[in-house]
């Protein structure tokens, strides 16, 4: 017997419960006892006749490597991604927005480094915030985004590269991402560069 059954079997008990206190016992509180019995049990059953749902991860976006031509059709799937099991638009906007619950990223890629996103992206604590608008030592404000290569999220190399191109083309910046970065299923692949290991430039750039 399935679990539903099981809690529907129960809140059929409980109405049964409640309509033989009701036909059989004359105390007031214990009728009253039996009349909630019944509501609640109906309530449950109507609950549980609901379709129950399984909630299932996000499926890997598909990145069919031999079709991809051009940065432009990484940044393609990255937009995907980013509004699909990215999960990005649920806490951040591209423009202004009263609803959004982290930074604006519009102009973002024009911003930050590849490298420097990358990081931002699989290690959000490399790079604290610290206010130093008031006096005495300055407040800390680490990022509360999740690292997004890891659960629940989950995104593969690639799919963050897509993610990447993505952002570097609607801030207008030219696609840095290059197919010969994606990963090939089967082969491996050298880890990406930490933006603490990028050149000074590509620091400058970042800040």
Do not use: W
């Amino acid at each position: 017997m399935s679990e539903v059954a099981q809690l529907q079997l129960i809140a059929l008990s409980i109405v049964g419960i409640g309509i033989l206190i009701l036909l059989f016992i004359k105390a007031v509180f214990l009728r009253v006892t039996g009349f909630v019995a019944i509501v609640l049990g109906l309530f449950s059953l109507m609950s549980l006749a609901v379709p129950q749902l399984a909630s299932l991860p996000p499926a890997e976006e598909k990145i069919d490597i031999a079709s991809i031509k051009t940065p432009t059709d990484i940044a393609s799937i990255g937009q995907t991604v980013f509004f699909s099991k990215g999960q990005c638009a649920l806490c951040h906007s591209i423009g202004p927005s009263e609803s959004a619950r982290c930074p604006d990223l519009k102009g973002i890629g024009a911003k930050l480094s590849k490298d420097f996103l990358y990081e931002s992206l699989t290690d959000p604590q490399a790079f604290v915030y610290q206010d130093y608008r008031h006096g005495g030592v300055p407040k800390e404000y680490p990022a509360t985004m999740p690292a997004i290569d890891k659960d629940p999220i989950g995104l593969s190399k690639n799919e963050i590269l897509a993610v990447i191109a993505f952002l570097q083309q609607m801030s207008g910046e030219p696609i840095s991402v290059s197919t010969s970065e994606l990963e090939i299923p089967g082969q491996p692949s050298p880890a990406p560069v930490k933006a603490a290991e990028s050149s000074p430039l590509a620091i400058a750039q970042a800040h």
